[in-house]
């Protein structure tokens, strides 16, 4: 998940050049850094999910399964070592779930 991480830290970076705004869209993200559009994808080839409040953002990925799923994993812990099928969820800059193996 290393587009994942490359994409929370351009964000946070867009927040501290924006008033702690994150961008609207990822499309805003990636034009504000030169990053292509393959960023915009996690490793199954599916797009990320991006979604902002205006203050706080939420990054996923629906996993290898490409769908959504109920929480499996208490809020900022880790989930089975290789649960790939769960989400990948990112809150604010914080690992919200990611599989017990993925360098957080």
Do not use: C
Not at 5 to 30: A, F, S
Not at 42 to 59: A, E, I, Q, V
Not at 87 to 98: C, L, M, R
């Amino acid at each position: 998940m290393s587009s994942m991480r490359t994409l929370v830290q351009h964000i946070d970076v867009y927040r501290d050049e924006h008033g702690r705004q994150p961008p609207d869209t990822l499309k805003v993200l990636l034009e504000a850094y030169g990053l292509g559009e393959e960023w915009a994808v996690d490793g199954w080839k599916r797009p990320f999910y991006y979604y902002t409040s205006g203050s706080s953002y939420t990054l996923m990925s629906f996993g290898s399964s490409g769908n959504p799923d109920l929480q499996r994993s208490a809020p900022g812990k880790v989930m089975g070592e290789t649960d790939y099928e769960s989400d990948f969820v990112v809150i604010n800059g914080e690992w919200a779930q990611s599989p017990a193996n993925v360098d957080r």
